[in-house]
């Protein structure tokens, strides 16, 4: 049993970093089920604390994901549809790599551009509010990955140091 939640809780692992840059997949908490996971085999012993503090961090960052693009938008006057352009530019990144690795990047401040300019007239003020919106769209998405990216290194830190206990076939 304890082979399968460990090889579960790595697949939740890749997810919650995919999650990280998929706006539909809540990247940390998903990676934090993966820890949990670790946690529950018999091999890992029990540690409440570190899975708290990780919960509380998994919980904080996916909240803070919703308020930051929010304020970066807000910040450089945008509107919702430069926060919506940001979403569909990216999107457009992941299903259709016209631009290859680049599409990452360039796609969502199109998408932003496109929505302010949308609902904008000025395009100089939309120009503006579609940098704050993927500005704010891209400190969200940094700090999922890099939570996500940690959490899976403490998963496979954790893994490789029970790893005679995880894999003991007796």
């Not at 700090?143 to 894999?167: C, D, S």
Request: glycine share 12%.
């Amino acid at each position: 049993m304890d082979i399968v939640l460990l090889v579960i809780g790595f697949i939740l692992m890749l997810i919650g970093i995919l999650g990280s840059f998929l706006p539909v997949l809540p990247g940390p908490p998903i990676s934090w089920i993966g820890l949990l996971l670790l946690y529950l085999t018999k091999a890992v012993p029990d540690n409440w604390w570190f899975l708290g503090i990780t919960l509380f961090f998994a919980v904080l960052i996916t909240v803070m994901d919703y308020i930051i693009p929010a304020m970066g938008t807000k910040k450089f006057g945008g509107s919702k549809a430069g926060m919506i352009g940001t979403v569909i530019g990216l999107l457009v990144a992941i299903f259709l790599p016209v631009l290859g690795p680049l599409g990452i990047i360039i796609w969502p401040f199109v998408g932003a551009l496109v929505g302010e300019l949308s609902n904008k007239a000025d395009q100089k003020t939309a120009l503006k509010a579609a940098f704050g919106s993927f500005l704010g769209f891209l400190t969200g998405t940094f700090m999922k990955f890099l939570i996500t990216v940690i959490y899976a290194g403490l998963f496979l830190w954790k893994a490789i140091e029970h790893g005679n206990e995880l894999f003991s076939f007796s």
